[in-house]
């Protein structure tokens, strides 16, 4: 990565992906917060579109993080495999599905926001919600989180609290690398 690469794990990786015009949506913890659910995560999750040339796209984007692993993947491990960690300089599950979502179901009604010019694609609420409903009690917490804020219908048209909060800490992490 450049020197003028963003310091936020999300914004880095979702900076190499626009720049290899990858098709993809940010899904799990990252989305909860871009919805306004308050809560931490450790990785960022994708949602990817299953088309070979896609997945080319997504390994040589996840390719250009400090550490290289992607680069060590292939198209095919895509094909043999549902959900993808790279373990690099930030963790990356990819998925080819997001619980029972796939990639062509949830594009059409995903949200985007923009934080210091990269532009961040993440499932829409309805589509969160049903991709949460797993076996898994965080993210039954998340489901309860998410059925709140809907029911709720707090109108998240305007984001800006969020974008702000992303600038700061994309802006604190800068400083600490420093």
Request: proline share 2%.
């Given at each position: ?174 400083r600490n690398k420093e």
């Open positions: 990565m450049s020197e003028n690469a963003p310091a936020d794990p999300l914004l880095k990786v979702c900076a190499l992906l626009n720049k290899h015009q990858a098709k993809y949506l940010v899904v799990g913890g990252h989305a909860c917060i871009l919805h306004g659910l308050v809560r931490t995560t450790e990785d960022v999750d994708l949602l990817i579109q299953e088309d070979k040339e896609n997945y080319r796209r997504v390994i040589a984007a996840l390719s250009e993080l400090e550490d290289h692993a992607a680069s060590e993947l292939t198209a095919n491990d895509f094909d043999d495999n549902v959900v993808i960690k790279v373990a690099d300089e930030v963790e990356v599950d990819v998925s080819r599905r997001a619980w029972t979502v796939s990639y062509d179901e949830a594009a059409p009604n995903a949200l985007e926001v923009l934080v210091d010019d990269v532009a961040i694609p993440y499932m829409n609420l309805r589509d969160l919600i049903k991709s949460k409903a797993t076996y898994r009690e965080k993210d039954k917490w998340d489901v309860q989180g998410l059925q709140r804020l809907n029911d709720r219908k707090i109108d998240m048209s305007d984001r800006s609290i969020f974008v702000r909060f992303l600038r700061a800490i994309s802006h604190m992490l800068g």
